[in-house]
């Protein structure tokens, strides 16, 4: 079984809607991190958290929100998606050393 | 925000050839340098964490330089394979999150 994974793997959603995409991890890392990947463009953080109290936004949180429900989940959500939100969303955790070990993203398009 | 780049973006590569490119970022409170390789339809690996200058890494036939100094990191690639085609992504690391550069693109063909 995959140590981090993603749900959905691909949506398709409308402009204004509500959605909600989970991370969960077996790796029993404190740190996860929600990025997302546009063509031409690096992997950009979204939000962070290192422990289950503790929230940071990160480059580009606008327009998002997450939540830390557990150490294993960390959940990012899209209040009201708009066309420029399509992209390739990966979630990440790290532990000691720094690496950090990636989900298998979730493909999003807003119409 | 850090600055980090990656040059070239895209490079073609024969079989059997060798290659590398370029990550730079900035010199100044270095704490440390990832790569990873990002395959087609998968998910970021890593590939190398680099802290000291002068660091050399070596995994088969993929090897990392480090200069912090000058703020470079080359990624050679040595006898390229079709299985190395990737796009290959360096990121540097500030206070426990990654800025990832836009990543190298590498074909290798047959």
Redesign the interface.
Known sequence: DAD?TQTPRNRITKTGKRIMLECSQTKGHD?M?W?RQDP??????IY?S?DVKDINK??ISDGYSVSRQAQAKFSLSLESAIPNQTALY?CAT?GV?????????TRLTVL | ?LN?EQSP?SLHVQEGDSTNFTCSFPSSNFY?L?W?RWETA?????LF?MTLNGDEKKKGRISATLNTKEGYSYLYIKGSQPEDSATY?C?F?DD????????TTVTVRA
């Open positions: 981090v740190r991190y990025y031409g463009l690096g992997l950009r953080l962070y290192f990160g480059e990966f790290s050393g720094d690496t950090q070990y990636f989900g298998p993203g | 925000i980090v973006q440390a990832h990873y998968k998910s970021p690996e890593a964490v992504l990121a690391l426990y999150k990654l800025s990832f550069g836009a990543g």
